[in-house]
């Protein structure tokens, strides 16, 4: 099943969803407005929401808590994206300026700020006391993710098992909020639930993993936003890990050259040197082991369309591989 389709299974849900982010994103301040707007209008895809309301349609119905919540949990998403792209010194995203390169840095810290407190606003009505922690707690593993990321920047001695705890919270936390929300709104706590945290949680540590392999590899005019920060910044992930630890002798070597040096080429020159290895296969390896374990933890669910788009979404991750050169 292609993107299209699984979007078009919650097509409804996703509109509302975007009826009351118009509603919540406005301001009687007219440059605030402008801003929150400016957010508003360059979305993404709306995974996490999607995910958030597959689930509760695999599960069982779609209420208007579930409208709610994806709105909450997809500002808490944007507010961490206007955040990483002060923290990477990002310029473009999906195809249009920064809030950061834009307005400047102050603004876009204040923003990121703001849009975190306006998604708990919106949570914090739910019936459901539940929700709120829930996304509290989300939010705190993410901002400890970034936090220990931020910390480790130029360590080249971290390791795998470091790089898969830093990404289980600073990514993986919110895609596994999206679909346990989505039961939890439904009437599933238990198990259901639990299964659902699951997978979220899998697919976004695939996700992670190949979003970092393409800010080497990738094609900026492709992915439509800066790529190369996490080299630039000193941010040490998974390709590169591999690199240190197994490539061979004249690799490592080359490799620590190019990630020491001051050179603005660093990107261009690392792609080189992990293209004549195998880190590239041992991170699709790696993410292709955590979606079919992600996708084995919901293969109990009833056959629906719901649970075919799911299951899907797995491989639209690793389809993104195909956006490098």
């Not at 075919?308 to 591989?321: D, F, V, Y």
Request: proline share 3%; aromatic share 6%.
């Amino acid at each position: 099943m292609g993107l299209d389709e699984v979007t078009k299974l919650v097509a409804e849900e996703l509109g509302q969803m975007e009826e009351v982010l118009a509603k919540e994103l406005s301001s009687d301040f007219p440059l605030v407005d402008e801003l929150v707007k400016y957010v508003g209008k360059n979305a993404g895809k709306r995974l996490r929401p999607a995910v958030l309301f597959l689930s509760a349609q695999t599960t069982g119905e779609v209420y208007p808590a579930h409208i709610q919540a994806a709105a909450a949990v997809e500002l808490i998403h944007t507010a961490t994206l206007v955040h990483d792209d002060i923290l990477d010194g990002a310029r473009m995203r999906r195809n249009v300026a920064t809030i950061n390169s834009h307005w400047g840095r102050d603004t876009a810290i204040l923003l990121g700020d703001y849009l975190f407190s306006l998604a708990f606003t919106i949570a914090s009505p739910l019936a459901d006391g539940r929700i709120p922690t829930i996304l509290a707690e989300t939010t705190n593993a993410v901002c400890e993710g970034e936090l220990v990321q931020t910390l480790k920047r130029n360590n080249l001695e971290l390791t795998e098992e470091d790089y898969l705890r830093i990404i289980s919270r600073k990514t993986a936390s919110l895609w596994a909020t999206s679909p346990r929300l989505g039961a939890i709104l439904s009437g599933n706590g238990g198990q259901d639930a639990e299964a659902l945290r699951r997978y979220g949680w899998n697919l976004g540590m695939a996700f992670q993993i190949v979003d970092d392999l393409l800010d080497i590899t990738g094609d900026e005019r492709v992915m439509g936003k800066s790529l190369g920060t996490d080299v630039a910044l000193g941010k040490v992930t998974l390709p590169v890990i591999w690199l240190l630890s197994n490539g061979s002798t004249s690799a490592r070597k080359e490799a620590l050259a190019i990630l020491k040096s001051e050179s603005s080429n660093k990107r261009a020159c690392l792609k080189e040197v992990i293209d004549r290895s195998d880190a590239s296969r041992y991170s699709l390896v790696k993410a292709q082991k955590y979606i079919q374990t992600g996708t084995q933890e919901i293969e109990y669910f009833p056959p629906s369309k719901a649970k075919e788009a799911l299951l899907s979404l797995g491989e639209h991750i690793l389809n993104q591989r195909n956006k490098s050169r």
